[in-house]
């Protein structure tokens, strides 16, 4: 019971960061969206609030991976496709207010949070690195398995703001038609 | 004289709202990066944080579009290039810490703030919109230009978030490789 409260936040961190920022989550926001009582935050997360935005990263970045090594594409764009699934996903489920959490917190945090700047880092390396060994699984040479693998994040993320400002999922499916033609 | 602390708010908020994103960006801090007077805040933006916002925002994309009109290129690479040219040399300056103030916006706000989500939205489009129009003035055809102007803005602001990550500017040099072969 008391560890399912604590999951409940972590979980409302992450998608509460996905919606709004790192900045803009705040530990009250947190607790109204999990139910969590207020006592429970510090007993919960002794470091305060970047521990929880830690783990509500680490929540996020482990689905992605489950997801993405769930994926069974034969061909480079199938892997494409099946990369970016997922977004396309959160975007449709929220109506286009949801993105990704990683970003939420890489384009809040200041100089005063390097440790969440570096997570940030870490898991956008492991995200393309595994997009990358993918592509490679299915014939693209291994220097352009990369350098696909980073623009095809970097668009995707760079999509879900667009279909955050635009309340549509357009700009994630447009994207994703020019990505394909970088494997044919 | 008045004006100009006015102006320097404004452009404080701009610089700031870059690097760390609007619910992270404080009057306070926009007090001290511009060195105004406190009670200059709502002397100069009666309508509080969102007036000043929304002129940082408008601030931000007209130099955009005015560095775009700038452009001289005579080759799908060559309006690609200047495109990116500008935000490269944001990275570079900064050491990777500020991005794109539109983006610091559009990853914030919540669902209470509806004008500025339509803010960046309008100013997103007219990025794009001004970006195929060079594309359709050099050769592309129209619907081309249009997904390859979105894609490059898309992946343009995606890359901007892993050179934050980074610390340098190598995602955004590499993406930029990728998008030329799209017009190539």
Redesign the interface.
């Known amino acids: 019971m008391e560890s399912e409260s604590r999951a409940n936040m972590v979980r409302s961190a992450a998608a509460l960061i996905s919606?709004?920022?790192?900045?803009?989550t705040s530990f009250s926001d947190v607790l109204a969206d999990s139910g969590a009582p207020r006592g429970s935050i510090y007993h919960h997360f002794p470091e305060g609030k970047r521990q929880l935005t830690l783990e509500a990263m680490d929540l996020t970045a482990g689905r992605v991976v489950a997801y993405l090594r769930s994926g069974t594409g034969t061909t480079p764009r199938e892997v494409l496709d099946h990369f970016v699934a997922i977004w396309r996903l959160v975007v449709v489920a929220s109506n286009g207010?949801k993105?990704c959490a990683i970003?939420?917190v890489?384009?809040?945090?200041?100089?005063s949070a390097a440790s969440l700047?570096?997570a940030?880092?870490d898991i956008?390396r492991s995200w393309s690195t595994l997009l990358a060994e993918q592509l490679r699984n299915v014939g693209v040479p291994a220097p352009r398995a990369r350098?696909?693998a980073?623009?095809a994040?970097?668009?995707?993320?760079?999509?879900l703001?667009?279909c955050?400002?635009?309340s549509d999922v357009a700009?994630l499916d447009?994207?994703v038609?020019?990505?394909r033609?970088?494997v044919r």
Not at 19 to 24: D, F, K, N, Q, T
Not at 106 to 111: I, N, P
Not at 153 to 159: D, H, I, K, S, Y
């Open positions: 919606e709004r920022g790192a900045s803009g207010t993105g970003a939420g890489a384009v809040d945090a200041d100089e700047i570096a940030a880092r956008f350098s696909v980073v623009t994040l970097a668009a995707m993320e760079g999509a703001i667009l955050r400002t635009e700009p447009l994207v038609d020019e990505l033609t970088l």
